[in-house]
């Protein structure tokens, strides 16, 4: 009963971890405006939702010049909620295409939060504008709903012993 117990918590944690990273992709636009044309910048994505104490966090850079660019995208959370733990990362985006920039984050406590994320050159020189990335944390709701699926489980195990002892008495 243990196996499956354990089996059990292990395909929720991952459901969950796997729900975690699909909710902090940021949208991609699905076309460039004519201010976005032959540049390099951040794009601006939706609200996203923390639900885990750890997690990674994707900050999707558009290169739409005709060559290769190194640049170093940062990173910086405006509340003690929230600590980012490397805040600038080294990019190389081939021509058309965007990459992502995965920053470990630490969930501290519950609420909104505001990063403020922009590039930089290797020079040091700022690219384009601060970009804000909206995020609601709340990582006590992944030990919340991993207690109640399991107590849920239980429940239903104890319901199909109880009838399985029923069953072999009436027979």
Known sequence: MKKYVRQI????????AASTVLAATPALPATLTEADAGSVSIVKGSGINLVSRESSLPVAVTNTLAGEV?????????SAKLVVEDSTMQLVIPAGT???AQ???RAIGSGNVVLVSWLTALSGRELGVRVPINLTVN???ETAAIVLFLSF??????IGVIRTL???KTS
Not at 70 to 78: A, D, E, G
């Open 70 to 78: 190194r640049v170093i995208v940062n990173l910086k959370s405006n």
């Open 139 to 141: 990582p006590d709701i």
């Open 9 to 16: 918590s292990l395909v929720i944690i991952i459901a969950v």
């Open 98 to 100: 965007t990459v992502n």
């Open 103 to 105: 920053f470990p984050i």
């Open 166 to 168: 029923r069953r072999r």
């Open 153 to 158: 489980v239980a429940v239903l195990m104890v």
